[in-house]
């Protein structure tokens, strides 16, 4: 009797090999065999769940987003929420590298804009959720303004951290973020 493989966790397998292909050498390397390959299965078994590439690249960068989002909605405190978005542990790292190789190409790849928009739409929602708890009474153009700033400050330092990660460490991310977070309202909005 065959054995029956399970879908999502086939998927999830695949894209586990996207991510380790664009952590070491970038989103260029994505194609079906360059995946099948790093996932130890044919063509025809990325072929089974995903057409093309490009399908197989929109449906990884969702999986990326969606647990980058994940991480962030679970947290309650604005400074532990914002670490979700900084590369201080291997998993963190990895998927950053990976969520910002996949947002720098929705740039110009029609395909990955939708799936972009959506990810920084519930990012900054999230973030901008904790934001009203930190400034209660503020006006919204002030959260607004708060919230950016402080999902600008981390996505920079995150790709400065990514970029130079052997000075720019755990505790001098954490230190940076703790001071934004405790600069919220302080700044006058022009």
Known sequence: MPRLVDAAAR????????????AADGLARVSL????????LVVGSVRHYFE?????????????????????????????????MLPLDLERAVDLCVFVAFRLASRTDEAL??????????????????????????????????????LATVEGLSLHALV???????????????AQVESLGRLPIA
Do not use: N
Not at 11 to 22: C, F, G, L, P, T
Not at 33 to 40: F, L
């Open 33 to 40: 065999r360059e995946v099948a390959a790093e996932a130890g």
């Open 113 to 150: 804009a939708p799936a972009a928009d959506a990810a920084h739409a519930r990012i900054a929602a999230a973030v901008g959720r904790s934001v009203v708890s930190a400034l209660p009474g503020a006006g919204h153009d002030e959260l607004v303004a708060e919230a950016e700033r402080l």
């Open 164 to 178: 130079h990660g052997r000075w720019l460490d755990a505790e001098l991310c954490l230190a940076v973020v703790r």
């Open 11 to 22: 998927r999830r397998d695949i894209v586990e090999a996207v991510k380790r292909i664009v």
């Open 52 to 84: 093309t590439a490009e399908d197989l690249r929109v449906h990884a960068f969702e999986a990326v987003a969606d647990d980058v989002a994940r991480r962030i909605e679970a947290e309650t405190d604005l400074v532990t929420q914002l670490c979700q």
